[in-house]
């Protein structure tokens, strides 16, 4: 029974370029949540889905990102134009409902040289 | 003010020895509190859930005053593995969202 499955683990981008991050929930998850951890800091909260819906993006910058979770494959997280500050672990959550316990993926870090 | 405010640490304890870890929260209607663990550079993984009357998982005990809105963790007879970074984890009223503390970085010395 596979956890949540998160890649590419590691990825490098050169500022101005665009970072796809792709999560598979849990079999049997359909919330979807992002999380973003800054070096040396905690994690935020950024986004939460659904299938085809956004339900809460209360912690998404409102510049450069984007997330969706389509009726067919993982959820995406785009940052388009990365600059260095994007640079962080990236975490990606599942829960059976809301409200539920959530499990995490292993993250993807990502590097903006 | 932090929303989930932690003592970072770190808390250097040798093998054996009784650890408590505090942890304050700031919005009143949290619903659900949790302990996460992380390890260097992995995903938090859920260590326990936090209820009003306390419970219990082998040597771990976790305490929420919600007069106080003070959540505790209690680690007894503390291993090596025990070493990690402990998570203070509250969600909001929806359940819907996680806000998460700083961590407290464990050592556990032989």
């Known amino acids: 029974n596979a956890g949540v499955m998160q890649n590419p683990r590691h990825l490098v981008r050169r500022r101005g370029q665009e970072a796809r991050l792709r999560c598979s929930p849990m079999?049997?998850?359909?919330?979807v949540y992002w999380y973003r951890q800054l070096p040396e800091e905690g994690l935020k909260f950024m986004v939460y889905l659904q299938k085809e819906n956004i339900i809460d993006e209360s912690g998404m910058p409102k510049e450069r990102f984007s997330a969706e979770f389509p009726k067919e494959g993982p959820s995406i997280l785009r940052i388009q134009q990365v600059v260095r500050g994007d640079s962080a672990a990236y975490f990606c959550?599942?829960?059976?409902?809301?409200?539920?316990?959530?499990?995490f993926g292993p993250g993807t870090r990502l590097l903006v040289l | 003010r932090k929303e989930v405010e932690q003592d970072p640490g770190p808390f250097n304890v040798p093998e054996g020895a009784t650890v408590a870890f505090n942890c304050t929260y700031s919005?009143?209607?949290?619903?659900?509190f949790f302990w996460y663990r992380q390890d260097c550079r992995k995903e938090p993984k859920l260590l326990m859930s936090?209820?009003?009357s306390g419970n219990e998982d082998g040597r771990f005990t976790a305490q929420l005053n919600r007069a106080s809105q003070y959540i505790s963790l209690l680690i007894r007879d503390s291993k090596l593995s025990d070493s990690a970074t402990y998570l203070c984890?509250?969600?909001?009223?929806?359940?819907?969202?996680?806000?998460f503390g700083g961590g407290t970085r464990l050592m556990v010395k032989p």
């Open positions: 984890v509250v969600s909001n009223n929806a359940g819907n969202m996680l806000t």
């Open positions: 959550a599942s829960s059976d409902s809301m409200g539920e316990t959530q499990y």
């Open positions: 936090v209820y009003s």
């Open positions: 919005n009143s209607a949290s619903q659900s």
């Open positions: 079999k049997g998850h359909s919330h």
